[in-house]
Nanobody, 123 residues
Framework: QVHVVESGGGLVQPGGSLRLSCAASGRIFSVNTMAWYRQVLGKERELVASITGGDEDTNYADSVKGRFTISISRDNDKNTVYLQMNSLKAEDTAVYYC??????????????WGQGTQVTVSS
């Protein structure tokens, strides 16, 4: 069993900052990629940022480059990915979802989503 739990959303004024966290635990042998996506009602889910588990290579959507930073940490059996969001804009308002792509000990692929956390940027 694998658990993916997000936290850190909320209401912030334009120009403010928030940090999202996503903890993945359970029968994970190796992490391929952890990523943050976001979705606005009526629109498709879009990739915000991703990070690989090995080399920690990062990738960002053009709309967040220079403002958001993704990072990853490991503690025993828990892999946690963070999304530091600075200089937030109203258009960053969305439900943010964490995604885990990994493999279990026998090599089977794992693909899990968190429950989503609301980020609202408004004055």
């Amino acid at each position: 069993q694998v658990h993916v739990v997000e936290s850190g959303g909320g209401l912030v004024q334009p120009g403010g900052s928030l940090r999202l966290s996503c903890a993945a635990s359970g029968r994970i042998f190796s992490v391929n990629t952890m990523a943050w996506y976001r979705q606005v009602l009526g629109k498709e889910r879009e990739l915000v940022a991703s990070i690989t588990g090995g080399d920690e290579d990062t990738n960002y959507a053009d709309s967040v480059k220079g403002r958001f930073t993704i990072s990853i940490s490991r503690d025993n059996d828990k892999n946690t990915v963070y999304l530091q969001m600075n200089s937030l804009k109203a258009e960053d308002t969305a439900v943010y979802y964490c995604n885990l792509m990994a493999r279990n000990i026998v090599g089977w692929p794992l693909n899990y989503w968190g429950q989503g956390t609301q980020v609202t940027v408004s004055s």
